[in-house]
């Protein structure tokens, strides 16, 4: 099973900034295999990022993905004021599905 | 309005059984691998369960593999997560997904509460 450490736990961060989230894989992970998603308190998880660079349908432009390998890094060029909540990465390989621990953006 | 909507969760003994539904709407159900994902509370995701798309093929995670099986029925654009021998560990909210691209799921439900208790 591969294993998805996110980091850091929790970034806290004001509106406006860069947000710079980590996701380190346990073994090299397809870059067509890596999403990221958000979840605010309540609500179903979202899907952000697929194949480690695309943008879901609707999902607006500051939101980036980047990786390969066993490095991947999901950047929030600016943030505003919806952006604060809990982000998973996730990964599939040979019909397995693991997510990361997450990583809680919160307003400092 | 692309939808999934679960049902039938609720509090159960250790042991107990219950059977999880998924109603599907505004896409075309039967052209989708779909999942079941899992919150226990104050906890991370956990995938489950997924099933391909005419039911010929089904995985699980290795922890619920022998007591819970993921079914579906595409002419009720329906699917189900039967799950027994329940424990207090899978207490959680599960959440009934549409596979996407590349691995990713792209639909979530709003999901359905499971409680294992005495």
């Known amino acids: 099973e591969i294993v998805l450490t996110q980091s850091p736990g929790t970034l806290s961060l004001s509106p406006g900034e860069r947000a710079t989230l980590s996701c380190r894989a346990s073994?090299?992970?397809?870059?067509?295999?890596l999403a990221w998603y958000q979840q605010k308190p309540g609500q179903a998880p979202r899907l952000l990022i697929y194949?480690?660079?695309s943008r879901a349908t609707g999902i607006p432009d500051r939101f980036s993905g980047s990786g390969s390998g066993t490095d991947f890094t999901l950047t929030i060029s600016r943030l505003e004021p919806e952006d604060f909540a809990v982000y998973y990465c996730?990964?599939?390989?040979?019909?397995?599905?693991?997510f990361g621990q997450g990583t809680k953006l919160e307003i400092k | 309005e692309v939808q999934l909507v679960e049902s039938g969760g609720g509090l159960v003994q250790p042991g107990g059984s219950l059977r999880l539904s998924c109603a599907a709407s505004?896409?075309?159900?039967?052209?989708?691998?779909m999942s079941w994902v899992r919150q226990a509370p104050g906890k991370g995701l956990e995938w489950v369960a997924n099933?391909?798309?005419?039911?010929?093929?089904?995985f699980y995670v290795d922890s619920v593999k022998g007591r819970f099986t993921i079914s579906r029925d595409n002419a009720k654009n329906s699917l189900y997560l039967q799950v027994n021998s329940l424990r207090a560990e899978d207490t959680a909210v599960y959440y009934c997904?549409?596979?996407?691209?590349?691995?990713?799921?792209?639909?979530w439900g709003q999901g359905t509460m499971v409680t294992v208790s005495s």
């Open positions: 997904v549409r596979g996407g691209s590349h691995g990713s799921f792209d639909i």
């Open positions: 505004g896409f075309t159900f039967s052209s989708y691998w």
């Open positions: 099933i391909k798309v005419d039911e010929s093929e089904n």
């Open positions: 073994q090299s992970v397809s870059s067509s295999r």
């Open positions: 194949g480690a660079s």
């Open positions: 996730q990964q599939y390989r040979s019909s397995s599905y693991t």
